[in-house]
C-alpha cells in the first residue's frame, strides 16, 4: 500500500508541505505586507542581495471571495457569448481539418466557425435558459488575500529581518 499523495507535491514546487499553523507562522513571520506587491518586492530585494529566497514563503491570510458583477445576462447575451466562444472552437477545428485538405483552406476555416458560431449561440442560449433566471447576471470572480506574511524557513528569519532591515524596508524592532 502506498501513501497518499500531497496535493504540494509535484507541479506545484514543494517538496515538502508547507506549514501554516499559527505558532510557526509567528515565530517565523519576517514581515507582514497588506498587498502582494509589497511582499514580492521584499523577496526580491533580499534575492538581489543574495539571500537563500527559497527558504521564504510568502501566505496570504484572511481570505476573500470577490465577485464583481459585470452586466445583465439575457438570453441573447448568452448566446451572444456561446457565439463568440464557438466561433473560436470553429476555427480551430476548420484549421485543423484546413490543414489536411486539398480543397480552399480559407473556405473550411470559414465554415468551421460558422458552425462553431451556430453551435456556441444554441447552448448559450439553451443554458441560460435553462436556469430559469436564477442567475440573470453576468461576473468575474477573484480571491484576494487582505495580509500577506513573509515567512522564513529552516532557521532563515533573522537573517531576513536584517536583509530587509538594511534595505529600508523593515522598521527596526522597538
Known amino acids: 500500500m502506498t501513501a497518499p499523495s500531497s496535493p504540494f507535491t509535484g507541479l506545484t514546487g514543494f517538496t ?3 506549514r501554516l499553523d499559527a505558532a510557526y ?3 517565523n513571520t519576517v ?3 497588506d498587498d502582494y506587491e509589497s511582499a514580492q518586492r521584499a523577496v526580491d530585494r533580499l534575492s538581489d542581495d543574495g539571500f537563500p529566497v527559497e527558504q521564504l514563503d510568502i501566505i496570504g491570510s484572511d481570505l476573500r471571495l470577490v465577485e464583481r458583477v ?3 445576462l439575457t438570453k441573447g447575451r448568452a448566446a451572444a457569448a456561446g457565439a ?4 473560436w472552437f470553429g476555427l480551430l477545428m476548420g484549421f485543423l481539418f484546413g490543414i489536411f485538405s486539398s480543397g480552399s483552406w480559407f473556405g473550411v476555416l470559414i465554415v468551421g466557425a460558422l458552425i462553431g458560431a451556430a453551435w456556441g449561440a444554441a447552448f448559450g442560449f439553451l443554458g441560460h435558459a435553462a436556469t430559469r ?3 440573470d447576471f ?3 470572480r477573484t480571491i484576494v488575500a487582505m ?3 513573509l515567512v522564513a524557513r529552516n532557521g532563515y528569519v533573522d537573517a531576513a529581518k536584517s536583509g530587509l532591515q538594511q534595505a529600508g524596508l523593515l522598521r527596526p524592532a522597538a
Open 133 to 135: 433566471g436564477a442567475r
Open 31 to 33: 514581515a507582514s505586507y
Open 138 to 140: 453576468a461576473s468575474a
Open 25 to 27: 507562522t509567528a515565530w
Open 147 to 149: 495580509r500577506y506574511d
Open 70 to 72: 459585470t452586466g445583465r
Open 84 to 87: 463568440a466562444s464557438g466561433a
Open 16 to 18: 515538502t508541505p508547507p
